[in-house]
């Protein structure tokens, strides 16, 4: 037979097993809604289960002769060399924003070829260019 000692601090243990196991929990979870997945317009055109509910970032080159302006919104088309998505954004965008150089807009997809970006960004300098825009244009040129 167990001692009274022996039976609070199991208790006790089990206890702190527990409220550790749901701190973990709900901090994973709070993480998993925040994170916002990084796709080239041809990751996302190969995609087969891609949710259009989402927020996700969309990365790579403005294609030139795209940009279209008007009153409210912006529309461009990103592209990877291979493939293509238009962007339509209201607000303003980056000082560095124009054709041919890299882009990450985030927001969500409505189709898979048509993107509604609550957030554009711009690269640094003429040198700089996203990490996930690099690599996605290194897969595609291969």
Do not use: Q
């Not at 089990?14 to 916002?36: K, P």
């Not at 190969?46 to 919104?73: C, P, Q, Y």
């Amino acid at each position: 037979m167990l001692s009274k000692k022996v039976k609070s601090r199991f208790f006790f243990l089990l206890l702190s097993l527990i409220s550790v196991a749901i701190v973990i929990f709900v901090v994973l979870r709070s993480l998993e809604e925040n994170v916002v997945y990084f796709f080239s317009p041809t990751e996302i055109y190969n995609k087969t289960n891609i949710s259009f509910n989402k927020k996700i970032r969309v990365g790579g080159l403005v294609k030139m002769d795209s940009i279209s302006k008007n009153e409210t919104s912006i529309n461009f088309v990103i592209t990877d060399l291979k493939n293509e998505i238009v962007v339509s954004y209201n607000g303003l965008v980056p000082n560095l924003f124009s054709e041919g150089k890299g882009v990450v807009a985030e927001g969500k997809l409505k189709d898979k070829k048509y993107f509604i970006a609550d957030k554009i960004l711009a690269k640094h300098d003429e040198n700089y260019m996203p990490p996930e825009v690099n690599k996605a244009l290194e897969i595609s040129n291969n």
